[in-house]
């Protein structure tokens, strides 16, 4: 069973490699198999087009993901999302200064997770 994404992408990995290797082999090079080696190769580009969607996702989804300042810190200087704690959770926009390791949240607590501010996209909607 796979349990997580990174499970998923490295099993279509392992099944590209394996139809790959099937490939290779003689058995399907001759011409009476010539349309169940078809059959393969369409299996195996399934296989890595399903890994490479699915790596997308993973980069979305962390790209996407509030990082608790516990775990890590951004590295540059620059404009983050925030979430401070002065009794209630609250969400600004804040400056980070690395040379400093803090954000400049004024008169709030503390800040307890950021996240890259995400760049705008035209919709494709319109």
């Not at 200064?97 to 501010?117: L, M, Q």
Request: aromatic share 10%; charged share 35%.
């Amino acid at each position: 069973m796979i349990n997580n994404i990174d499970e998923a992408i490295a099993h279509c990995h392992e099944k590209a490699g394996a139809l790959s290797k099937k490939m290779n082999c003689t058995y399907y090079r001759q011409g009476s198999h010539k349309d169940d080696l078809k059959k393969i190769i369409e299996e195996r580009n399934e296989c890595l087009q399903l890994a490479d969607w699915l790596e997308e996702l993973k980069a979305r989804r962390e790209a996407d993901r509030w990082i608790p300042v516990s775990e890590r810190l951004p590295d540059k200087d620059e404009y983050y999302l925030v979430v401070v704690n002065s009794g209630q959770p609250l969400q600004l926009i804040s400056f980070y200064e690395a040379k400093y390791k803090r954000f400049n949240v004024g008169i709030f607590d503390k800040v307890t997770h950021w996240r890259p501010i995400p760049e705008y996209k035209e919709s494709e909607d319109g």
